[in-house]
């Protein structure tokens, strides 16, 4: 089996940091939803608090990864000014001129919410730590924000999915 070069980098691009993504995801929302302090003991609490943390920095990580490969590599490659190029073909049949008029643009602006949603989230899980226990409010509102950066992601990545299923990279 042989990749090209662009099925290289769509490969890492998409299912590769997609997969660190989702993760990175699950273990962090495992985290934060179970650090509540009637299900704590506390050698429990040492234990989750460093899953957490390594569940919420390698879905920040994995989210920076996919945005800046998917902006930097892969995007300039979809948007080629040549005829045969996905942003042509999809511009070419009024049928599937909206997943570029809106697919491809929440891909290229919203998605961008979900690293900074994500980092944001590894930040306050390493600078509270377990201490997010005791803070009711700020571990929903995390939970929230982790949340938020997954649904942005997610919605992205659906997009890209369907836009390569109907107008693939060569």
Same mark, same amino acid.
């Given at each position: 089996?042989?990749?090209?070069?662009?099925?290289?980098?769509?490969?890492?691009h998409?299912?590769?940091? =997609?997969?660190?993504?989702?993760?990175?995801?699950?273990? =962090?929302l495992e985290?934060?939803?179970?650090?509540?302090?009637?299900l704590?003991?506390?050698?429990?609490?040492?234990?989750?608090?460093l899953?957490?943390?390594i569940?919420?920095?390698?879905?920040?990580?994995?989210?920076?990864?996919?945005?800046?490969?998917?902006t930097?590599?892969?995007?300039?490659?979809?948007?080629?000014?040549?005829p045969?190029?996905?942003?042509?073909?999809?511009?070419?049949?009024?049928?599937?001129?909206?997943?570029?008029?809106?697919?491809?643009?929440?891909?290229?602006?919203?998605?961008?919410?979900?690293?900074?949603?994500?980092?944001?989230?590894?930040?306050?899980?390493?600078?509270?730590?377990?201490?997010?226990?005791?803070?009711?409010?700020?571990?929903?509102?995390?939970?929230?924000?982790?949340?938020?950066?997954?649904?942005?992601?997610?919605?992205a990545?659906?997009? =890209?999915?369907?836009?390569?299923?109907?107008?693939?990279?060569?």
């Open positions: 089996m042989s990749f090209t070069h662009h099925e290289f980098w769509t490969l890492i998409g299912m590769v940091l =997609g997969a660190v993504f989702l993760l990175g995801f699950a273990g =962090g985290g934060l939803w179970s650090l509540r302090p009637h704590m003991t506390p050698e429990g609490i040492r234990g989750r608090a899953r957490l943390k569940g919420v920095t390698a879905m920040a990580v994995a989210a920076w990864g996919t945005v800046l490969t998917g930097w590599i892969v995007y300039p490659w979809y948007r080629e000014d040549v045969d190029s996905p942003r042509s073909v999809l511009l070419a049949d009024p049928a599937t001129a909206q997943w570029h008029h809106f697919g491809m643009e929440w891909k290229e602006h919203v998605a961008w919410l979900s690293p900074i949603l994500a980092t944001t989230v590894a930040f306050i899980v390493l600078y509270y730590g377990a201490g997010l226990i005791r803070h009711e409010r700020l571990r929903k509102t995390t939970l929230a924000l982790f949340v938020l950066a997954f649904a942005f992601a997610a919605v990545g659906l997009f =890209g999915a369907l836009i390569t299923k109907t107008a693939p990279l060569l």
